[in-house]
């Protein structure tokens, strides 16, 4: 059982790897762009989160990597918050696009990286 939720786990992040590689691809096209890009990552999140898709964004940044328990979901996560807060810039949505790169900044230094 174990090694089945590591295969489902790797093929996920392996899947959404490549999500996120088209969504930078699409931030290179601007403004117009930008909607696509914020609904695809928000929806990457959650399938990268799963079950913990309602609980991980509402709590501290070491609870939620705590929550997580695997470093390459939460880095992948830190990488989809940065594209959805650069397509929040395109959009002019500052507000936002700081809080969605303040969260993977904290994600980032309770994983024990600097931001």
Same mark, same amino acid.
């Given at each position: 059982?174990? #090694?089945? %939720?590591? *295969?489902? /786990?790797?093929?996920? /992040?392996?899947?959404?790897?490549? @999500?996120?590689?088209?969504?930078l ?6 403004? !117009?762009?930008?909607?696509?890009? @914020? %609904? *695809? ?5 959650? $399938? ?6 309602? #609980?991980?964004p ?5 609870? $939620?990597? =705590?929550l997580?328990? *695997?470093?390459? =979901? @939460?880095?992948?996560? /830190?990488?989809?918050?940065? @594209?959805?807060? $650069?397509?929040?810039?395109?959009? +002019?949505?500052e +507000? =936002? !696009?700081?809080?969605? +790169?303040a969260?993977? *900044? $904290?994600?980032?230094?309770?994983m024990?990286?600097?931001?």
């Open positions: 059982m174990h #090694s089945e %939720r590591q *295969d489902y /786990i790797l093929r996920l /992040i392996e899947q959404l790897g490549a @999500v996120l590689r088209r969504l691809e699409m931030l290179g096209l601007g403004r !117009a762009a930008a909607p696509q890009v @914020v %609904r *695809d990552a928000q929806a990457a999140q959650e $399938a990268l989160l799963g079950p913990l898709a309602l #609980s991980a509402l709590v501290d940044a070491p609870a $939620a990597v =705590r997580m328990n *695997d470093p390459r =979901r @939460v880095r992948l996560w /830190i990488e989809f918050l940065r @594209v959805e807060a $650069a397509a929040m810039r395109l959009q +002019e949505e +507000e =936002r !696009a700081a809080a969605l +790169e969260r993977a *900044d $904290a994600l980032e230094r309770a024990g990286g600097a931001p």
